[in-house]
T-cell receptor, first 112, second 112 residues
Framework: SAVISQKPSRDICQRGTSLTIQCQVD?????MFWYRQQPGQSLTLIAT?????????ESGFVIDKFPISRPNLTFSTLTVSNMSPEDSSIYLC?????????FGSGTRLTVV | KQEVTQIPAALSVPEGENLVLNCSFT??????LQWFRQDPGKGLTSLLLIQSSQREQTSGRLNASLDKSSGRSTLYIAASQPGDSATYLCAVRLTGANNLFFGTGTRLTVIP
């Protein structure tokens, strides 16, 4: 299965600032997925990122708040913009190569 | 919308016991179902993937079953060990969709 390198692993940020999370996959994949896991909750899909086109966002998530880049078939970034304490969560990227989903190690974000 | 429920929410067992975790889903038009393990503050590790045409999958001390008609899956862990302590998540992929719907998780504690 694919190996995903995600960074940073954790960060503490001031409200009003932005954080960019990176995911690097060791093989080419068509789609990359970004999930959020709020404290004590399960995972919720933020958006699906395709190379060469704009990301597709789920209900409740907007591009201005969570801009995504997908410059090639092995890399994607998610930015959490104008952060507030409510954005404190674990953010995870994921890919599927046909034999189940593989997840990055997650970014634990705390907004103070 | 697919709803995925896991029971119990938390489980504490003595080392060596066999145990069963339950997952139920509302939409039986699934493509596959995947069980994950998540350690505190970390990403997800894939344990087992069951395709919709399969009834069960086994890996070491783990066995997962799938009953599409009743909308249920179980994860059986044999001879539990303290290292099995983690949160276990089941996730469903619907036919024609690319993303996963996650359950709420079962937090397992194995007491030495």
């Amino acid at each position: 299965s694919a190996v995903i390198s995600q960074k940073p692993s954790r960060d503490i940020c001031q409200r009003g600032t932005s954080l960019t999370i990176q995911c690097q996959v060791d093989s080419q994949v068509t789609m990359m997925f970004w999930y959020r896991q709020q404290p004590g909750q399960s995972l919720t899909l933020i958006a699906t990122a395709n190379q060469g086109s704009e990301a597709t966002y789920e209900s409740g998530f907007v591009i201005d708040k969570f801009p995504i880049s997908r410059p090639n078939l092995t890399f994607s970034t998610l930015t959490v913009s104008n952060m507030s304490p409510e954005d404190s969560s674990i953010y995870l990227c994921s890919v599927d190569q046909g034999y189940g989903y593989t997840f990055g190690s997650g970014t634990r974000l705390t907004v103070v | 919308k697919q709803e995925v429920t896991q029971i119990p929410a938390a489980l504490s067992v003595p080392e060596g016991e066999n145990l069963v975790l339950n997952c139920s889903f509302t939409d039986s038009a699934i493509y596959n179902l995947q069980w994950f393990r998540q350690d505190p503050g970390k990403g997800l590790t894939s344990l087992l993937l069951i395709q919709s045409s399969q009834r069960e999958q086994t890996s070491g001390r783990l066995n997962a079953s799938l009953d599409k008609s009743s909308g249920r899956s179980t994860l059986y862990i044999a001879a539990s060990q303290p290292g099995d302590s983690a949160t276990y998540l089941c996730a469903v992929r619907l036919t024609g969709a690319n993303n996963l719907f996650f359950g709420t998780g079962t937090r397992l504690t194995v007491i030495p």
